[in-house]
């Protein structure tokens, strides 16, 4: 069980925009701990998609965006495509914990 | 061309030992943070273990003593030593260079090496 909540799973047609949350609390998100957003394709390793709450690596395209605020932060895609179909993890840091947390990730299915 | 590639990852009963290797081409590892990350098979990711460029090194809680984290800067490659293993250390170990910016982030992953425990 990770201190970093996220949804199982979320869904969405080509085109639309879809939205990630990562809940966590005062002793990590709130504890201004910054969030970061890596999506793992089927098979294959994970990749850095946004890093420190809001940047996007070079090559990741401008579909992918992150905010943060409070306890939670949310990685936003829109103009959903077939390839964006992945798992996506959050991670940050804990007060109570040594290392980096991850969220338990989100499948996210292209219908 | 920056990468990291695992190896030494394989079957081992329980109790025994493996060291995975991760070497590194297009950056130097100790100028860097270096992350142990590894994936149970269906699972999330979980943190494992770093080294700082300092030499420091840190161990997730749960390990409790088992696993050591190196490098040899000579080959320029990172290492796990992972001791009295158990059938829940199963997954896919992924090194990755860490950046140090108040909370670490994983810029650089490599492919990953399989390490099953099984009698």
């Known amino acids: 069980q990770s201190v970093l909540t996220q949804p199982p799973s979320v869904s969405g047609a080509p085109g639309q925009r879809v939205t990630i949350s990562c809940t966590g609390s005062?002793?990590?998100?709130?504890?201004?701990?910054?969030v970061h957003w890596y999506q793992q394709l089927p098979g294959t390793a994970p990749k850095l998609l946004i890093y420190?709450?809001?940047n996007r690596p070079s090559g990741v395209p401008d579909r992918f965006s992150g905010s943060k605020s409070g306890t939670s932060a949310s990685l936003a895609i829109t103009g959903l495509q077939a390839e964006d179909e992945a798992d996506y993890y959050c991670q940050s840091s804990d007060i109570s914990l040594t290392g980096s947390v991850f969220g338990g990730g989100t499948k996210l299915t292209v219908l | 061309e920056v990468q990291l590639v695992e190896s030494g990852g394989g079957l081992v009963q329980p109790g025994g030992s493996l060291r995975l290797s991760c070497a590194a081409s297009?950056?130097?590892?100790?100028?860097?943070?270096m992350t142990w990350v590894r994936q149970a098979p269906g699972k999330g990711l979980e943190w494992v273990s770093v080294?700082?460029?300092?030499?420091?090194?840190y161990y997730a809680d749960s390990l409790k003593g088992r696993f050591t984290i190196s490098r040899d800067n000579s080959k320029n490659t990172l290492y796990l030593q992972m001791n009295s293993l158990r059938v829940e250390d199963t997954a896919v170990y992924y090194c990755?260079?860490?950046?140090?910016?108040?909370?670490?982030?994983?810029?650089?992953w490599g492919r990953g090496t399989l390490v099953t425990v099984s009698s």
């Open positions: 420190t709450n809001n």
């Open positions: 990755a260079r860490t950046i140090n910016a108040f909370t670490w982030y994983f810029d650089l």
């Open positions: 080294i700082y460029s300092s030499g420091s090194t």
């Open positions: 005062s002793s990590n998100i709130g504890a201004d701990y910054n």
């Open positions: 297009g950056f130097t590892v100790s100028t860097n943070y």
